[in-house]
């Protein structure tokens, strides 16, 4: 049972990392095609591709918010976390760790739920772009998406913290740069 729910989490954090990434390679090249297309149209041809800006800023908002989370699951976000630089007892160290996660986890959840609540007006209202007229729960959603992804990384490596956080109180040894299991 422990074997099959492992694989089943490896597998969904597997697929989720790459739905990230491809929709960050995606709309990364899309953007820069239009820029091209824009600017050769412009300087080139001497006319314009009108409405260039609306698609771009709805391959942005994907970049953004994808991005955003893939920065949350890899735990790269800046942060100014010099605090656990100083501390020395790894107790009070990983308490600290615990208490930023759970900070950020409760944050978290809230931006995510103004961020359905977003997506869920947007789903509603059915907003339209100015120039094609494309539905604006395109862009709207990854708000939403990408602050509940942010949500999901945050709450396992709060789980993750407090599990290190019993370990040690235990007095078992935990290190420092433990790699979450479901990454390997």
Request: charged letters at 15%; hydrophobic letters at 55%; aromatic letters at 16%.
């Amino acid at each position: 049972m422990r074997t099959a729910k492992s694989s089943l989490w490896r597998y969904l954090w597997a697929v989720l990392g790459k739905f990230q990434k491809t929709m960050m390679a995606v709309s990364s090249i899309c953007i820069v095609v239009m820029i091209f297309v824009a600017v050769v149209a412009r300087y080139i041809f001497k006319s314009d591709f009108y409405g260039s800006e609306e698609l771009i800023q709805m391959f942005a908002f994907w970049l953004y918010f994808m991005g955003a989370a893939q920065g949350s699951r890899e735990k790269s976000q800046i942060s100014a976390d010099i605090l656990t630089c100083y501390i020395t007892n790894k107790k009070w160290n990983i308490s600290v760790q615990f208490v930023r996660e759970l900070i950020t986890v409760a944050i978290s959840l809230l931006v995510s739920w103004w961020g359905i609540q977003f997506v869920a007006w947007s789903f509603h209202m059915l907003p339209k772009s100015t120039v094609f007229r494309l539905p604006m729960l395109i862009p709207h959603s990854a708000v939403g998406l990408g602050f509940v992804l942010m949500s999901f990384y945050h709450t396992v490596y709060l789980i993750q913290n407090f599990k290190d956080l019993v370990r040690v109180f235990r007095g078992q040894d935990v290190s420092a740069a433990q790699a979450f299991e479901g990454e390997a």
